[in-house]
Nanobody, 115 residues
Framework: QVQLVESGGGLVQAGGSLRLSCAAS????????MGWYRQAPGKQRELVAT???????NYADSVKGRFTIARDNAKDTVDLQMNSLKPEDTAVYYC?????????WGQGTQVTVSS
């Protein structure tokens, strides 16, 4: 069983930055895909960004150019640097790991962007 623990959420003004971090309880080199998802009130959970074990990244169109995902295999962490934040980025952000057919989720961290 893999445990994922997020940190770094909070309240920030529009235009500001936050950095989220996801710490895994195992060597993340064994996890094929790590990613960040978010869920706003009344909306479905959506993909924000993913990074594969090979380093390939994928971003939602709404965050391209503003968010950067990076995995640190030495620290077993995956970070999400969020710049130029907008009120519509307000959501609970979840870390997700996929190892073959197994999916793991963190408990989520709240990000609130005020206008």
């Amino acid at each position: 069983q893999v445990q994922l623990v997020e940190s770094g959420g909070g309240l920030v003004q529009a235009g500001g930055s936050l950095r989220l971090s996801c710490a895994a309880s195992t060597n993340i080199e064994s996890i094929n895909v790590m990613g960040w998802y978010r869920q706003a009130p009344g909306k479905q959970r959506e993909l924000v960004a993913t990074v594969t074990s090979g380093g390939s990244t994928n971003y939602a169109d709404s965050v391209k150019g503003r968010f950067t995902i990076a995995r640190d295999n030495a620290k077993d962490t995956v970070d999400l640097q969020m710049n130029s934040l907008k009120p519509e980025d307000t959501a609970v952000y979840y870390c997700r790991g996929q190892r073959f057919w197994y999916i793991y989720w963190g408990q989520g961290t709240q990000v609130t962007v005020s206008s």
